[in-house]
């Protein structure tokens, strides 16, 4: 198989920089939450004042880092009274998230890149230009194209004679598999990180799951320390639980989603891919019939 050094060269290059980019929108989208919950608002709800003064009444006896009355009782204060696994568990599944994004940011460039690149040299190709040795490193179809020059110059080196059907039929087969490997590895290089997707999808809601659980087990146990069961005791243990659910279900039914699009954008390529291949070998089988 005929691969150019600049080809080689362009490849690695190419494979730095979608790490350099993807590492780029982890970075960015970690930055844009730490800045939303820093600018979450934490002012209280101040009742309005009365002419008659209310009897003082003893506050409830509540859990140990536990609202008071009046304070809000948000997302940021859920996250700061959980406990050490429930928040492990919500900066894991942030994470996920987080990770989710910036896989679909970065397939959307590549995918649109490489359907362009495909449009171009089909393009060229059907049109029969002189320059395609140029473009067909750009391009999965130009690289499968480049393989299969490769074999049939390869033929015409060895003297092969295009009078014998058995030997073209045994080098069109070999064009085709040629043309198949080059394939494939193109489409493991556009299907990378999709495990990591179909991962996330599946995981993430028992892993909040796991979140949710130990938050109530905790809950439970303060209804045992404290010797209530009073709602005041029992409600933020238990939000602080079902958050880690809400985060499990917020990072999978994304990461689902993302998957099923691009498996399906995948298909069309694969069927684009075969297109390619068949109308190549047609090719190459109609110039050495009209060479005979």
């Known amino acids: 198989m005929?691969?150019?050094?600049?080809?080689?060269?362009?490849?690695?290059?190419?494979?730095r920089l979608r790490l350099f980019a993807l590492a780029l929108l982890l970075a960015l989208a970690g930055?844009?939450?730490s800045l939303v919950l820093a600018d979450t608002?934490?002012?209280?709800?101040?009742?309005?004042?009365?002419?008659?003064?209310?009897?003082?009444?003893?506050?409830?006896?509540?859990?140990?880092?536990?609202?008071?009355?009046?304070?809000r009782f948000g997302v940021r204060e859920m996250?700061?009274?959980?406990?050490?696994?429930?928040?492990?568990?919500?900066?894991?599944?942030v994470f996920c998230s987080l990770l989710t994004w910036a896989v679909l940011f970065e397939k959307l460039w590549l995918f649109?890149?490489?359907r362009r690149a495909n449009q171009r040299f089909l393009k060229a190709f059907r049109a029969a230009e002189d320059d395609l040795d140029s473009q067909a490193s750009k391009s999965a179809m130009g690289r499968m194209w480049q393989?299969?020059?490769?074999?049939?110059?390869?033929?015409?080196?060895?003297?092969?004679?295009?009078?014998?059907?058995?030997?073209?039929?045994?080098?069109?087969?070999?064009?085709?598999?040629?043309?198949?490997?080059?394939?494939?590895?193109?489409?493991?290089?556009?299907?990378s990180m999709m495990g990591v997707l179909a991962t996330i999808g599946a995981t993430a809601p028992f892993i909040g799951l796991f979140g949710t659980v130990w938050g109530?087990?905790?809950s439970f146990a303060n209804i045992a320390t404290m010797q209530s069961a009073s709602l005041a005791i029992v409600a933020p243990g238990i939000a602080e639980a079902l958050l880690a659910t809400a985060l499990g279900l917020f990072a999978a039914i994304p990461?689902?989603?993302?998957?099923?699009?691009?498996?399906?954008d995948i298909n069309g390529f694969v069927g684009a891919l075969d297109n390619f291949t068949a109308e190549m070998i047609a090719n190459v089988s109609r110039q050495i019939d009209e060479a005979r």
Do not use: C
């Open 79 to 93: 996250y700061a009274q959980a406990d050490l696994v429930v928040k492990s568990v919500m900066i894991f599944l």
């Open 147 to 191: 393989v299969s020059q490769a074999e049939l110059l390869h033929y015409r080196r060895q003297q092969g004679d295009l009078h014998d059907g058995d030997k073209v039929n045994r080098l069109l087969q070999r064009m085709s598999l040629s043309a198949s490997i080059v394939q494939e590895r193109d489409l493991a290089r556009l299907g």
């Open 31 to 33: 930055f844009s939450t």
């Open 216 to 218: 109530i087990m905790n």
């Open 112 to 114: 649109a890149r490489s």
């Open 2 to 15: 005929f691969i150019s050094p600049v080809s080689s060269v362009f490849l690695r290059r190419l494979a």
């Open 41 to 71: 608002d934490t002012a209280e709800v101040v009742a309005p004042s009365l002419n008659v003064p209310l009897p003082q009444q003893e506050p409830i006896a509540t859990a140990a880092g536990m609202a008071e009355p009046n304070e």
């Open 255 to 264: 990461a689902v989603m993302i998957f099923n699009k691009f498996a399906r």
